[in-house]
């Protein structure tokens, strides 16, 4: 009795203290009762080994609980799952607490969020919180990182990342590492210069800072015209990858500011829609590949960097992949940052092709105008903040492509602190004339193995499964599931609106479920 | 025009002049560029639906001293930033403050001009609209048949060579994002055939669609819901319109006077 009741201390002290240690993370792919982390794993793969819900009984799937939240507003959370506890976000900043076995708040946090808070270039979302020991990590539309306690929601530091009257400000989940809580920022469209920082989980300290743009007589420098790397942009506003092994962190860049008029900016404008390699212990970038050199269509490269090694060539290599808002998916080596292949995965106008370094071939006559000039991919391109998923079993790369195209417009280059910088905009073709697809792409060269048509331009992110099914929504409001090997629709749910989110998998009490959020709902499903 | 209107256009003229003179002189001095380049920025992104002018085309005409969701400056800039969802008109996404500007002084420099004669007489276009049948798929002021557009207010959402357009070739312009259902800039009244997997076919037009359902009102003004998993076929009739075409039907003035007749319906004034 004695032993039993100190087992019993021992057991709840442990999940007390250190609730999700690093390890635990790391660990993910071993342990798909959870999800501890934005993209499922650190290789961000969005794939769920759960193969309870599969290809024989996906047709019998049935609503399990569904959760309203509090306030209106464009719902883009990814959840978190944790020992039957799941976190998510509303929006603008809101972090709830809810019970996964019956949707029931636990409990719910809110900022105080001025009224006159700059948010230029997104909505006021969130899209997901991030886990470490006994806490919970969330950025603010006010420029703020904030460490929750997991059990209750109090406040245990809340820093500012940086001044949201100069345009900072964060929508994307942390990346919670060993010892750092890795955040980028959000404001390029209000010409900040962008950054990646990572700061203490226990104190809140910031532990580095890296610029994704360099300041004068940095390396880089030399690709930004006189001072406008001061107004860069380089955004840093989804969540990236990580590496353990190699100790590195791939984060993609946004674009140059202003967006649509590169007059004043000439060259290259390092290191913008770009990836980068950075140390986790210093942020010091090891590489950078650069996908849409000199950008003026908005195509940022924030894009998820997914993780996989394959054997190319007859070697085994350790890459990483990336299918960019330009309409290219693209295979680097993640060691060295070496370009490998890029083909297209939606239709694009503005390329023809690339070199061999990876560098594209632009046609001329395509930068943005007072008329107007056509070009494909549209003004939000071919991939967004969605996420792609990767599955180990099917080594294929899902992708929801937005087949669209924009009239992109010039305007004025004009710079007030905490105001639009931006100098154009585009008019996208809509209706009939735009669709997408989720498209299954052979991970290692991008080739198209199916596509499931969709009627209009998604943006929803997908997930893979053990049970063989990839997992994802419309924008007229179904859920759905196809077979992973042959995009073969299996079921759909018209969920009554708009999915603009993130799926996921986990398991309470023996038992799959898989979550999404539609318009104001985050809605949960499973089995019988 | 309407006792209505006569007064409300002396209002307008009077506090756009009260707003003139509250601005300081730097920036009256630069008003007639400031409309110059919003007329530039106006035909680059706005001319398309609204004509080059402002005088309407697939979109209203703006070259009137009030607009129907544009009572004031304020307004008229959150119509622009915003757009209206579901009737077609797209935010225009991240103009600056300055050019935001610039396209309001513009537009409400269009209100100070007359509105594009239509050379026909209504009264004999509400005869012809009688004669050639149009209420047994039109409703105006609540009566007509159902199946086509309601057009009591078609006059101030369209501009005239887009109704004149709309009656000589439908086909070629069938309305685009002007209802919520479908919305999102969808065509309406597209076309469809719709052969299912048990080799029945209904021939009507889309109400709405996602990629697993779609549903279909037929000839016969009746409702049809198909799942795509049993239907073979969808076919989708671009270019086609279930109205008749009246070109080579009406005399050149017989066509006028209708497009004047659809030109006054503009609700309840």
Redesign the interface.
């Known amino acids: 009795m004695r032993r039993a009741l100190f087992l019993f201390i021992a057991l709840s002290t442990a999940t007390s203290f250190a609730q999700v240690p690093y390890p635990r993370i790391a660990g993910s792919e071993g342990a798909p009762s959870d999800w501890l982390t934005y993209s499922g794993n650190y290789q961000s793969h969005r794939f769920s080994a759960l193969n309870e819900i599969n290809r024989q009984n996906v047709g019998r799937l049935k609503p399990f609980w569904i959760y309203q939240v509090r306030r209106t507003g464009i719902v883009e959370t990814s959840p978190i799952v944790v020992d039957g506890v799941m976190y998510i976000t509303e929006p603008p900043s809101t972090v709830t607490a809810l019970d996964v076995r019956t949707g029931r708040p636990l409990w719910t946090w809110t900022p105080a969020i001025p009224t006159d808070v700059i948010i230029?270039g997104s909505p006021p979302v969130n899209r997901g919180v991030a886990v470490l020991d006994e806490m919970v990590f969330v950025g603010t539309v006010h420029g703020h990182l904030v460490a929750l306690d997991a059990k209750s929601g109090a406040v245990r530091w809340d820093v500012v990342v940086d001044d949201n009257k100069r345009g900072y400000y964060m929508t994307a989940a942390p990346l919670a590492l060993d010892g750092r809580i890795i955040i980028g920022v959000s404001g390029a469209?209000a010409g900040i210069r962008g950054f990646l920082d990572a700061y203490d989980p226990k104190s809140g300290r910031r532990v580095w800072r890296t610029h994704t743009i360099p300041a004068a007589g940095e390396p880089g420098a030399e690709t930004w015209g006189g001072d406008s790397w001061q107004t860069g942009g380089g955004s840093a506003w989804l969540t990236g990858s990580y590496d353990p092994a190699l100790n590195l962190v791939y984060w993609g860049t946004g674009n140059p500011g202003p967006?649509w008029n590169g007059d004043a900016r000439p060259g290259d404008n390092l290191y913008t829609c770009s990836l980068i390699a950075l140390n986790a212990t210093d942020g010091k970038i090891k590489w950078h590949f650069q996908f849409t050199p000199h950008d003026t269509h908005d195509w940022d490269s924030n894009e998820i960097p997914v993780l996989f090694d394959a054997t190319i060539n007859g070697r085994a290599r350790k890459l990483v992949a990336m299918a960019n808002r330009n309409a290219f998916y693209y295979v680097l080596d993640r060691e060295t940052g070496e370009f490998l292949t890029a083909t297209p995965y939606a239709k694009q106008t503005w390329a023809d092709g690339l070199d061999a370094k990876g560098r594209p071939r632009v046609r001329p006559g395509l930068d943005p105008s007072?008329?107007?000039v056509l070009v494909f991919p549209n003004?939000q391109g071919a991939s967004n903040w969605p996420s792609p998923s990767y599955s180990p079993q099917t080594k294929l790369f899902y992708q929801a492509a937005r087949e669209m195209g924009t009239h992109f417009?010039k305007?004025?280059i004009?710079y007030k602190p905490g105001?639009?910088f931006?100098?154009?905009?585009?008019?996208?073709i809509?209706?009939?004339d735009?669709w997408g697809a989720v498209r299954a792409l052979e991970a290692t060269t991008g080739k198209l193995k199916w596509e499931?048509?969709?009627?209009?331009p998604p943006w929803t992110g997908l997930l893979s499964t053990g049970g063989g099914l990839v997992f994802g929504g419309?924008?007229?409001?179904?859920f759905?599931a196809l077979d992973a090997d042959t995009g073969t629709?299996l079921w759909?749910l018209?969920l009554g609106a708009a999915v603009k989110a993130n799926p996921i998998a986990f398991a309470v009490d023996g038992r799959q479920y898989v979550a999404i959020a539609a318009g104001y709902s985050l809605f949960v499903f499973g089995l019988p | 025009m309407s006792p209505i209107r006569l007064a409300l256009v002396p209002f307008t003229f009077v506090s756009l002049l009260i707003a003139t003179d509250m601005r300081p002189a730097a920036q009256t001095s630069q008003s007639a560029a400031d409309i110059e380049q919003g007329k530039?920025l106006f035909?680059?992104?706005c001319a398309r639906c609204h004509g080059l002018d402002g005088t309407g085309e697939e979109g209203p005409n703006l070259n009137r001293p009030t607009l129907t969701r544009a009572a004031d400056d304020d307004a008229l800039r959150a119509v622009i930033r915003d757009g209206i969802p579901d009737r077609g008109m797209?935010r225009?996404?991240?103009?600056?403050?300055?050019?935001l500007d610039q396209l309001v002084a513009y537009v409400r420099s269009l209100g100070r001009t007359t509105l594009v004669a239509t050379s026909g007489n209504s009264d004999r276009g509400g005869a012809i609209y009688a004669r050639l049948g149009c209420a047994s798929c039109h409703i105006i002021k609540g009566q007509g048949g159902s199946f086509g557009p309601d057009l009591t207010e078609i006059g101030a959402a369209r501009g005239p060579s887009y109704l004149r357009q709309s009656f000589l070739g439908p086909a070629e312009m069938l309305p685009?994002?002007t209802a919520p259902i479908p919305g999102?800039?969808?065509?309406e009244y597209?076309p469809v055939r719709v052969t299912t997997t048990d080799g029945r076919e209904v021939v009507g037009v889309r109400i709405n669609?996602?990629?697993?359902?779609i549903q279909v009102r037929d000839t016969g003004n009746r409702f049809h819901s198909f799942r795509k998993?049993n239907v073979k076929d969808v076919e989708?009739q671009?270019g086609k319109s279930l109205m008749p075409s009246f070109r080579g039907r009406l005399t050149d003035a017989e066509t006028e006077d209708l497009v004047a007749y659809l030109s006054s319906l503009r609700g309840a004034q």
């Open positions: 230029i469209e967006d007072t008329d107007g003004i417009y305007g004025e004009k105001e639009a931006v100098a154009g905009g585009g008019r996208a809509n209706g009939d735009a499931f048509k969709l009627l209009s419309t924008e007229e409001g179904n759905f629709p759909d018209q | 530039k035909q680059g992104m797209p225009v996404r991240r103009m600056t403050d300055g050019e685009r994002g999102r800039g969808f065509t597209l669609e996602d990629p697993f359902t998993s989708k671009f």
